[in-house]
Antibody
Framework: QVHLQESGPGLVNPSETLSLTCTVSGGSISPYYWSWIRQTPGKGLEWIGYIYYSGITSYNPSLRSGFTISVDRSKNQFSLKVRSVTAADTAVYYC??????????????WGQGALVTVSS | DIQMTQSPSSLSASVGDRVTITCRASQSITNYFNWYQQKPGKAPKLLIYAASSLQSGVPSRFSGSGSGTDFTLTIISLQPEDFATYYCQQTYSMPYTFGQGTKLEIK
C-alpha cells in the first residue's frame, strides 16, 4: 500500500520560503508523476503543480510565480518550495500521486496534509 | 482555466436517503472528470474516475454519470460514514481544477 507523508515547518514568516517534503513509502517514486495541491477556506482545492520522477515539472500558471517542485529519487521523496510567502499562502498542503484510471488522470494516493501558517 | 461549479453547496439528508450532487464544467471536458470525498481533517479520497468508474474499494452505492459539461454523483441509501464534503475535478487540461465542494450533512 502506497503511503505519502508531508513534512516541514508549520509556521513560516512572511517573505520567507515555505519548504515541504513528501516521503513516499510502500512503492517507488518511479515511474509516476507527483503533485502538490493546497486547500484554503477561501479558494478551496488548488492544484499547484507536478513533477515526473525524471524531474520534469509543470506548474499552475494561474498561481503567482515562486513555486518550485523537485525530486530526490534516492530518498523516494519530492519537495515543494514557495518563495516570498504571504498570508495568502496559508493553507493545508497535500502531496498526491498522479495515476491513470483508464485514460483519465486521477490523484489516487494522498498524504494526510500539512497545515502551514504564514505569520510573524 | 476550466471552472467547475457544483450544486448544491450544501445538502441535508437522512440515513437511507438517495442524494444527487451535480457539477458543471465551463467547457466540454468529455469524461476527464473525477469525484472525491473529504472528511474533516483528512485528505480527499478518490471515489469515481472517468465520470462513471468506481474506484477500487468504494461501495457500490456510489455512482457517477455524465459527459461533456454536466456530471452527477449519486449516493443511494446513505450511510452514516457518507456525511462528508464532495468535490468534483477535471483533468482534461492544466491547470487541473476542482469544484468548490458540496457539504453533505445529516438532517
Amino acid at each position: 500500500q502506497v503511503h505519502l507523508q508531508e513534512s516541514g515547518p508549520g509556521l513560516v514568516n512572511p517573505s520567507e520560503t515555505l519548504s515541504l517534503t513528501c516521503t513516499v513509502s510502500g512503492g517507488s517514486i518511479s515511474p509516476y508523476y507527483w503533485s502538490w495541491i493546497r486547500q484554503t477556506p477561501g479558494k478551496g482545492l488548488e492544484w499547484i503543480g507536478y513533477i515526473y520522477y525524471s524531474g520534469i515539472t509543470s506548474y499552475n500558471p494561474s498561481l503567482r510565480s515562486g513555486f518550485t517542485i523537485s525530486v530526490d529519487r534516492s530518498k523516494n521523496q519530492f519537495s515543494l518550495k514557495v518563495r516570498s510567502v504571504t498570508a495568502a499562502d496559508t493553507a493545508v498542503y497535500y502531496c498526491a500521486r498522479n495515476n491513470y484510471g483508464g485514460n483519465v488522470l486521477i490523484f489516487d494516493y494522498w498524504g494526510q496534509g500539512a497545515l502551514v501558517t504564514v505569520s510573524s | 482555466d476550466i471552472q467547475m461549479t457544483q450544486s448544491p453547496s450544501s445538502l441535508s439528508a437522512s440515513v437511507g436517503d438517495r442524494v444527487t450532487i451535480t457539477c458543471r464544467a465551463s467547457q466540454s471536458i468529455t469524461n476527464y472528470f473525477n469525484w472525491y470525498q473529504q472528511k474533516p481533517g483528512k485528505a480527499p479520497k478518490l471515489l469515481i474516475y472517468a465520470a462513471s468508474s468506481l474506484q477500487s474499494g468504494v461501495p457500490s452505492r456510489f455512482s457517477g454519470s455524465g459527459s461533456g459539461t454536466d456530471f452527477t454523483l449519486t449516493i443511494i441509501s446513505l450511510q452514516p460514514e457518507d456525511f462528508a464534503t464532495y468535490y468534483c475535478q477535471q483533468t482534461y487540461s492544466m491547470p487541473y481544477t476542482f469544484g468548490q465542494g458540496t457539504k453533505l450533512e445529516i438532517k
